[in-house]
């Protein structure tokens, strides 16, 4: 049932202010605001971790990658983080007393498993975010922390990506009180914050119409850039991989800084260049990174909040505005637009959206 939609990923898209309520309601109890206190082991493991090892496939990988910014500054935790699939080939050097977190939707991502059953085998005390309770990982992590996406059924993830998001960020909250690094009053704050994504999604997601008609204008590119700084570079990386994933259009995610490295070479009116920045510490350096790309005559599809688009002045090729909020839940909002990017552009191209030709929901495969 696609509940009046025409996709699955459609449905999902706009399911996830539900989903990601019932996920930040289940580890953040909103009368506080505070983390639950749920898992005992859990906070005992943070207070005394050496290190932490993210590992995960595609979007998951990403969902990671955001969290390595939220662990690193919240709970001060060296992190160490890679895709599953090079992980456990690497022989990467597991510190005594190190954590290990593998993020999965379906719980049977091959790869992930095997590189979880490696961390366990070094002695990391392993943690596992998942949607499936009853899956493989799920079953062989020491720690399991749901999520509560519901059946994804679209190969593209949508609302298991923030979903992990919404896990994620209450745990670097949970570690970084756990190590001393988050005060009562820094933590409501971030509570309070990450309680407000619902509300902001369903406010952007008024704005769709606009969206479809901005990606009939990306569907006709054969390349597209997505840059983005701090957290909202992976979401840059997300954002590339949907594109490539359902519209088969040749996309690629790099840290703004990282432009003027190579990639401002192959900048030209036929290459829309996406620029995920929210008006935040950041900004100032993503936008200049970006009006390199316009001096290069390159179209900039600019994605900010209203303060941000509007000391981008009018020069941008598009604009997209997404509810100004505290900077540590801006990645949970800009997934958004970038789902519906890559939807629209492949609706626009007449794809199989829910099935992409040659792959698989999941990967049970090495
Ligand atoms: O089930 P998992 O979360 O372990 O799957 C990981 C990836 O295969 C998955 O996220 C894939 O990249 C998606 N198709 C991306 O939309």
Redesign the pocket.
């Known amino acids: 049932d696609k509940g009046g939609h025409s996709h699955y990923m459609a449905k999902e898209i706009h399911e996830q202010p539900e989903v990601i309520a019932h996920t930040l309601a289940y580890y953040i109890d909103p009368a506080k605001p505070a983390v639950r206190e749920r898992d005992v082991k859990l906070a005992k493991a943070f207070a005394e971790a050496t290190s932490l090892t993210v590992s995960?496939?595609?979007?998951?990988?990403?969902a990671g990658m955001i969290g390595k910014y939220w662990f690193e500054k919240l709970a001060r935790l060296p992190v160490e983080i890679d895709v599953a699939s090079e992980l456990r080939y690497r022989d990467p050097v597991y510190p005594k007393g190190g954590m290990a977190l593998f993020?999965?939707?379906?719980?049977?991502?091959a790869d992930?498993l095997a590189a979880l059953r490696d961390a366990k085998a070094h002695g990391q005390t392993t943690i596992a975010v998942?949607?499936?309770p009853e899956s493989s990982?799920a079953r062989e992590a020491d720690i399991v922390l749901p999520t509560f996406a519901g059946p994804e059924i679209?190969?593209?993830?949508?609302k298991?990506?923030t979903c992990?998001l919404a896990a994620l960020a209450p745990l670097a909250i949970a570690a970084g009180k756990a190590r001393g690094f988050v005060d009562e009053a820094a933590e409501k704050k971030l509570c309070a914050a990450l309680l407000e994504a619902p509300r902001h999604i369903v406010e952007f997601l008024k704005q769709e119409p606009k969206l479809r008609q901005i990606a009939q204008g990306v569907a006709k590119a054969r390349d597209v850039l997505y840059l983005g700084r701090g957290a909202n570079y992976p979401l840059a990386l997300?954002g590339a991989?949907?594109l490539k994933?359902?519209s088969y259009i040749h996309a690629e995610g790099y840290a703004a800084g990282e432009m003027k490295h190579g990639p401002i070479a192959l900048i030209d009116e036929n290459v829309p260049v996406i620029v995920i920045a929210p008006h935040d510490a950041l900004y100032e350096k993503t936008v200049s990174n970006m009006q390199e790309v316009m001096a290069r005559g390159g179209k900039v599809l600019l994605i900010s909040d209203k303060t941000g688009l509007d000391a981008a002045g009018a020069q941008v090729w598009k604009a997209v505005e997404v509810p100004a909020a505290d900077p540590f839940i801006t990645p949970l909002l800009y997934a958004v637009p970038v789902q519906l990017l890559a939807y629209y552009a492949a609706v626009a191209k007449g794809t199989d959206v829910d099935q992409?030709r040659n792959?698989?929901?999941?990967?049970t495969v090495e």
């Open positions: 995960a496939c595609g979007t998951a990988f990403y993020i999965s939707q379906s719980g049977e991502t992930t998942v949607n499936v990982i679209g190969v593209a993830s949508t298991a990506f992990q997300e991989l949907k994933e359902i992409p792959l698989a929901k999941s990967v």
